[in-house]
């Protein structure tokens, strides 16, 4: 079994920061990459940014460019979004997301965790 457990979510601001993070635990034998979703209600859930494991390689949504930083510590299977100068339309469930290889597995599968709200309001 392999689980996802994020934690960082809240209230806060416009303007302010917040600190996602993520660990991924269990069986695990390799993460291929991890990435951030979030889902607003009645919108689809869409990419917010994602990491490669081996070299670090970035992707992020137009809409964040600038303002959120995503990281990666493969030593602790955690990856990490830095939220800054956050906007009201960034509020949504975010989501955590890894293509891992797990133990006596053939191959690479999706996980997700179970979420974790951020609000962003005065």
């Known amino acids: 079994q392999v689980q996802l457990v994020e934690s960082g979510g809240g209230l806060v601001q416009p303007g302010g920061s917040l600190r996602l993070s993520c660990a991924a635990s269990?069986?695990?034998?390799?993460?291929?990459?991890m990435g951030w979703y979030r889902q607003s209600p009645g919108k689809q859930r869409e990419l917010v940014a994602n990491?490669?494991?081996?070299?670090?390689?970035?992707n992020y949504a137009d809409s964040v460019k600038g303002r959120f930083t995503i990281s990666i510590d493969n030593a602790k299977n955690t990856v990490y979004l830095q939220m800054n100068s956050l906007k009201p339309e960034d509020t949504a469930v975010y989501y955590c997301?890894?293509?891992?290889?797990?133990?006596?597995?053939?191959?690479?599968?999706?996980?997700w965790g179970q979420g974790t709200q951020v609000t962003v309001s005065s």
């Open positions: 997301n890894a293509l891992i290889l797990r133990v006596g597995a053939g191959l690479i599968n999706t996980y």
């Open positions: 269990g069986s695990i034998l390799s993460i291929h990459n």
């Open positions: 990491i490669i494991s081996s070299g670090g390689s970035t």
